[in-house]
């Protein structure tokens, strides 16, 4: 039981620190107050890296922080360096202990952060701009707010696009079955972003394929066990008129593999989120392809901008907007790179370089 | 025939009434419904909600009710996981003893649900809830967030091998129905339970520890979810803090609609089992007969609703709580 006791030490350990953080933040704020506040200060030698996120018991979220931990010992600091900010899912306490921090570290700030919902993204980068510190944000963002408009202090803003990657997948898949037949679609929460454009990336590419029929879609809420009750009453209704299924990530094709096997059945299916798991059983064949949007990279990456940006190595006012916002990487696997993708990314995590900022993303982000 | 026809009869079998007409009504909209393959694939949804419904049954007829089992559920399934892949990940060796570990591990959590509701003095509504938040808590940290597979063939044969069309895990889930109507009917325990739920002062002044009775049935409810448990990572070959996940909404909504009383006293194990079935018919039927998924979740509470009326002689109670 010494993963629970070093876990309850750590979470002690966060506490005290932010409470730390905290009362240092009071004295701060009356040094701040004192100098006048926005003043536009030079780089800085040694700023704070931090990392506000969600919490760490998710998988992606243990992915990211741990890309931001790497990142941080490639400076030849120890791990621990990098102050983590948990808010638990609450747009509050992201916004609350963000403002603690700049307090305490007099706005010697390098910030990477996921402000939890997109409209909380304009007060957080407002206050770090205002103490002269540098935030690199992912994910939520509302799309009236743009990096450029901050100078140097809004460093970046990355985000994941699933809609091309999506309709990646359902090419493979029709043309897995020949371009002809019915298939059917397991999504995500029906209101989630994420669902709604996978769903939209699988119709992008039916309209190449007018002898598919898209038998019936319906949400499978990201949950194996749902995915595995819905695939087996698609099965009574459509029977062999399936010849394949696409799912919107690899959780939900688990319950559709487990409910073709209950049948003695195998059929053509894609995921997506490129899990280990997955992609074991992509190179098995049992899945066709899944895609991988490398949370370690866009974690590590993320805290190097506001680093660098900090420290002064590049002025981002200086770089073009497609390098101020822009998409995250993807990576398709099929059976063929399964193994090697394996060996690269999952049995070892690769050594990146983390000054090549843009070298792995995807190019600017469009607005509809 | 007359005397067959009374309110009492009617009332008693009301939900087998519209378990059949539920059936046919899917029968006439999608002929494929009326198949032994789909009643086999309505049987797999059905074995593991089947045992965790069993286990509330006992708890909802003392007049308590118990909200834990998503929580144990996932606890059981995690502490199984480990257990039988630690000991040789396959039934043909000492991994078996993970299958009777997973049932104490169940006990055990039911009977500290049950210590927290009698000796904390806590009402069971609330000891329950919050014993579900821990199960679930401790499953997270047990995992991480991880998934662990159980790929063991033999293991997994419950679902994969078949006898009569129906896989092995039905006739599992049958054998234990088969148990829990006897605890309920031919034990003191099972009595005891009816005694609690139909009038606890009685029960006490008759001489009845009713304490005992409420620790004994939780423990027994969290045998029955670590059955469940087996049975959900049996289906899926995935053990995970996921595994309880919507089970809390399938086994009240199917004791309820099987018209056990939510007050106690009334029905058992054999209206659970019509309940399952009337709501993974429903399920089942919906996705079949080609149902928009955004119209689903409202028709399911529409049709439970509309079973409960059919299914409960609510003249019989005076005050609803």
């Not at chain 1, 609450?90 to 609350?96: C, F, M, Q």
């Not at chain 1, 980068?125 to 002269?132: D, F, H, L, M, T």
């Not at chain 2, 009595?191 to 009713?210: I, P, Q």
Request: charged share 15%.
């Amino acid at each position: 039981m010494s993963f629970i006791k070093k876990f309850i030490e750590r979470e002690t350990l966060n506490r005290r620190n932010f409470l730390l953080a905290s009362a240092y933040g009071m004295g701060g704020v009356a040094a701040l107050g004192a100098f006048g506040p926005g003043v536009a200060r030079a780089a800085y030698s040694d700023p704070t890296i931090a990392w506000s996120y969600r919490n760490r018991t998710n998988p992606y979220w243990n992915e990211i922080v741990s890309g931001g931990e790497a990142f941080v010992e490639s400076l030849g600091k120890s791990k621990d360096a990098l102050t983590h900010l948990i808010n638990e899912g609450s747009s509050e306490k992201s916004l609350a202990d963000v403002k603690a921090l700049l307090a305490k570290t007099n706005g010697e700030l390098a910030l990477a952060i996921d402000t939890n919902d997109a409209p909380n993204c304009r007060p957080i980068v407002e206050a770090v701009a205002g103490a002269g510190g540098y935030v690199s944000t992912i994910w939520n963002k509302t799309d009236d707010l743009h990096p450029w408009d901050f100078g140097d202090n809004y460093v970046s803003h990355m985000t994941w696009s699933d809609e091309g990657p999506a309709e990646q997948t359902a090419r493979i898949l029709l043309d897995a079955i020949g371009g002809k037949g019915g298939i059917v679609h397991l999504g995500g929460i029906a209101s989630n972003n994420p669902a709604i454009e996978r769903l939209n990336g699988l119709k992008n590419a039916l309209k190449d394929y007018p002898d598919v029929e898209l038998l019936d879609a319906q949400p499978a809420d990201w949950d194996t066990q749902k995915a595995n009750q819905i695939m087996s009453s698609f099965l009574t209704r459509y029977g062999d008129e399936i010849k394949g299924v696409h799912c919107a990530n690899d959780t939900i094709g688990y319950g559709v593999l487990e409910a073709l096997r209950a049948e003695g059945m195998s059929i053509p299916i894609v995921t997506y989120d490129g899990n280990p798991q997955a992609v074991e059983l992509v190179a098995k064949g049992e899945i066709l392809a899944t895609v991988f949007t490398n949370p370690h990279w866009g974690g590590g990456i993320t805290a190097s901008l506001a680093y660098h940006a900090a420290t002064g190595a590049f002025k981002p006012s200086e770089e073009p907007h497609e390098h101020r916002e822009f998409y995250g990487p993807t990576i398709l696997i099929t059976p063929d790179d399964a193994v090697e993708f394996k060996k690269n990314y999952i049995e070892s995590v690769p050594t990146y370089d983390w000054t090549d900022f843009w070298g792995p993303a995807g190019g600017q982000i469009m607005y509809k | 025939m007359r005397s067959y026809l009374t309110r009492d009869a009617l009332v008693k079998w009301a939900p087998v009434i519209v378990l059949i007409v539920l059936v046919l009504f899917f029968a006439l909209m999608e002929p494929r419904f009326f198949s032994v393959r789909n009643f086999a694939r309505i049987g797999i949804s059905s074995a593991p909600a089947l045992m965790i419904a069993l286990g509330v049954t006992f708890i909802i007829i003392m007049g308590s009710i118990d909200l834990s089992m998503e929580g144990t559920v996932s606890v059981c399934a995690v502490a199984f996981a480990f257990a039988f892949i630690a000991m040789g990940g396959t039934l043909a060796s000492y991994a078996w003893l993970a299958l009777p570990l997973a049932l104490v591990v169940g006990a055990a959590v039911g009977l500290i649900n049950g210590l927290v509701h009698v000796k904390l003095r806590i009402p069971s509504f609330m000891a329950s809830l919050a014993m579900g938040f821990v199960g679930t808590g401790f499953a997270l940290l047990l995992t991480g967030g991880d998934r662990i597979r159980v790929e063991d063939e033999l293991f997994r044969s419950l679902l994969t091998v078949r006898f009569l069309n129906f896989p092995i895990m039905v006739y599992v889930a049958l054998g234990f129905l088969l148990i829990a109507w006897f605890i309920q009917s031919r034990t003191t325990l099972g009595r005891n339970f009816y005694a609690v739920g139909g009038g606890e002062e009685l029960a006490h002044s008759s001489g009845l520890n009713v304490n005992r009775v409420r620790l004994m049935g939780f423990t027994l409810a969290g045998m029955f979810y670590a059955v469940g448990a087996l049975l959900a990572v049996g289906r899926i070959g995935i053990a995970e803090t996921a595994t309880g996940n919507n089970f809390m909404f399938v086994s009240i909504t199917s004791v309820v609609v099987g018209g056990t009383a939510l007050w106690g006293g009334i029905g058992g194990v054999w209206n659970t089992l019509v309940g399952v079935l009337i709501v993974n018919v429903i399920n089942n039927g919906m996705v079949v007969i080609g149902l928009p998924g955004y119209v689903q979740d409202g028709v399911l509470g529409i049709l439970v609703i509309i079973a409960v009326v059919l299914s409960t002689d609510r003249k019989s109670v005076t005050f609803v709580k």
